[in-house]
């Protein structure tokens, strides 16, 4: 499956994170552990890509992201390339720090001239996802926990009309005293954790 996603993004601290928590109708956390991938030389994060395994309770799935168009510190435009695993087919790839070599991922990876098998595993973390589905998009929270024990928190709004979703942006930000934080994405996050 290939999509586009259209992100409003900010890095929240602890008390802002709890007090958008209270405010909005989220739906039950659940947790996800994502395993990020790269070369040694970190080609996809020279071509401004992600690629990550990314495990729930009942489901995983393997996702590319590559640049769509030109973003902002808030507002990136990705096209977002996934193809389903099954938990047991993940929990293996992340086992053995590979990633599966069929599928529509492997075939973007092949255009970009990336061997899969030069692939690993260069980062990881577990988070915390509340959703909350409103008339601007989809609002998301997210707490994430790295293997060092350190958290982040971070505000996310994907949508499909920006005309709508950037003016509810700027007032959720606004209404709460939180100050526009440009964002680093979780994998270079989690790298910075190692």
Same mark, same amino acid.
Request: with cysteine.
């Given at each position: 499956?290939?999509?586009?996603? %259209?992100?409003?993004?900010?890095?929240?601290?602890?008390?802002?994170?709890?007090?958008?928590?209270?405010?909005?109708?989220?739906?039950?956390?659940?947790?996800?552990?994502?395993?990020?991938? =790269?070369?040694?030389?970190?080609?996809?994060?020279?071509?401004?890509?992600?690629?990550?395994?990314?495990?729930?309770? =009942? $489901?995983?799935?393997?996702?590319?992201?590559?640049?769509?168009?030109?973003?902002?510190?808030?507002?990136?435009? @990705? %096209?977002?390339?996934?193809?389903?695993?099954?938990?047991?087919?993940? $929990?293996?790839?992340?086992?053995? &720090?590979?990633?599966?070599?069929?599928?529509?991922?492997?075939?973007?990876?092949?255009?970009?001239?990336?061997?899969?098998?030069?692939?690993?595993?260069?980062?990881?973390?577990?988070?915390?996802? $509340?959703?909350? #589905?409103?008339?601007?998009?989809?609002?998301? @929270?997210?707490?994430?926990?790295?293997?060092?024990?350190?958290?982040?928190?971070?505000?996310?709004?994907?949508?499909?009309?920006?005309?709508?979703?950037?003016?509810?942006?700027?007032?959720? #930000?606004?209404?709460?005293? %939180?100050? &526009?934080?440009?964002?680093?994405?979780?994998?270079?996050?989690?790298?910075?954790?190692?």
């Amino acid at each position: 499956m290939t999509s586009v996603e %259209v992100e409003f993004k900010n890095l929240l601290l602890q008390n802002e994170f709890q007090q958008i928590k209270s405010a909005y109708p989220f739906a039950p956390a659940f947790l996800q552990a994502n395993y990020y991938y =790269d070369t040694a030389a970190r080609q996809l994060h020279q071509q401004h890509c992600g690629l990550r395994i990314r495990i729930y309770q =009942d $489901r995983a799935e393997q996702t590319l992201k590559v640049p769509a168009t030109i973003t902002t510190a808030a507002h990136h435009e @990705l %096209v977002e390339i996934t193809d389903p695993l099954t938990v047991g087919q993940a $929990r293996a790839l992340t086992a053995t &720090q590979t990633i599966a070599t069929t599928g529509q991922v492997a075939a973007a990876l092949q255009e970009r001239k990336l061997p899969t098998t030069t692939l690993q595993i260069i980062a990881q973390g577990v988070t915390q996802r $509340r959703i909350a #589905l409103l008339p601007a998009g989809q609002l998301t @929270l997210d707490q994430t926990t790295y293997p060092n024990g350190q958290q982040d928190f971070e505000l996310e709004l994907e949508t499909t009309e920006i005309a709508v979703a950037e003016p509810f942006y700027h007032q959720l #930000l606004q209404r709460f005293s %939180v100050p &526009q934080r440009p964002v680093v994405n979780k994998v270079m996050r989690a790298i910075s954790q190692l």
